[in-house]
């Protein structure tokens, strides 16, 4: 499955794209304000793709005219996040290479996979959540649309062996169609 929008591919991730992904995984600038620790090798990025990019619906970001992944965008289903049992419903998360902050990427990525979601998956809600402090990612669901949910102060982050807070939104398919 390939997505394009206008300036982006989104493709499913593959084994050749460990070394792109350690490139921007390995800076302290993205991954722990997301819940996860920097990179430290290839390898480590090459067990990510196995173990973790592998969901149904999770996708590299590249520009076009580039197969380089610079960044992850997916639509996390039912068994897969935390946020909803239910399978008309699911999550949304995202990480983007330093790089390519400011561009305006990550909305138009996620633009596309909402449509997806509400288009084609059958979706009726898509959570998005941020941890405080994350600006940059919250910046990325008011573009797009979602709207405020609930905070919740003691939230685990077991990747980083911390308890943070976390903001949580949510989008409808009827808000999504008002919208698009």
Same mark, same amino acid.
């Given at each position: 499955?390939?997505?394009?929008?206008?300036?982006?591919?989104?493709?499913?991730?593959?084994?050749? $794209? @460990?070394?792109?992904?350690?490139?921007?995984?390995?800076?302290?600038?993205?991954?722990?304000?997301?819940?996860?620790?920097?990179?430290?090798?290839?390898?480590?990025?090459?067990?990510?793709?196995? $173990?973790?990019?592998?969901?149904?619906?999770?996708?590299?970001?590249?520009?076009?005219?580039?197969?380089? @992944?610079?960044?992850?965008?997916?639509?996390?289903?039912?068994?897969?996040? $935390?946020?909803?049992?239910?399978?008309?419903?699911?999550?949304?998360?995202?990480?983007?290479?330093?790089?390519?902050?400011?561009?305006?990427?990550?909305?138009?990525?996620?633009?596309?996979?909402?449509?997806?979601?509400?288009?084609?998956?059958?979706?009726?809600?898509?959570?998005?959540?941020?941890?405080?402090?994350?600006?940059?990612?919250?910046?990325?669901?008011?573009?797009?649309?979602?709207?405020?949910?609930?905070?919740?102060?003691?939230?685990?982050?077991?990747?980083?062996?911390?308890?943070?807070?976390?903001?949580?939104?949510?989008?409808?398919?009827?808000?999504?169609?008002?919208?698009?």
């Amino acid at each position: 499955m390939i997505l394009q929008t206008e300036r982006l591919t989104l493709h499913r991730w593959e084994e050749s $794209d @460990a070394e792109s992904l350690y490139e921007y995984a390995k800076d302290p600038a993205v991954g722990p304000i997301a819940g996860w620790p920097p990179h430290k090798s290839v390898e480590e990025s090459l067990s990510v793709i196995k $173990d973790v990019l592998n969901g149904a619906e999770c996708y590299a970001i590249c520009e076009k005219g580039s197969n380089k @992944a610079i960044g992850a965008i997916e639509l996390k289903l039912n068994g897969h996040t $935390d946020m909803t049992e239910r399978d008309d419903e699911c999550e949304l998360g995202y990480w983007l290479g330093k790089p390519f902050w400011g561009r305006g990427y990550m909305p138009e990525a996620a633009r596309e996979l909402l449509r997806r979601g509400f288009e084609e998956l059958g979706m009726n809600t898509i959570w998005c959540g941020y941890y405080d402090g994350n600006h940059k990612s919250k910046r990325v669901q008011e573009k797009v649309g979602f709207v405020y949910h609930h905070t919740c102060n003691e939230v685990p982050v077991p990747l980083m062996n911390e308890i943070r807070v976390g903001h949580t939104s949510f989008m409808t398919k009827e808000q999504w169609e008002n919208i698009k």
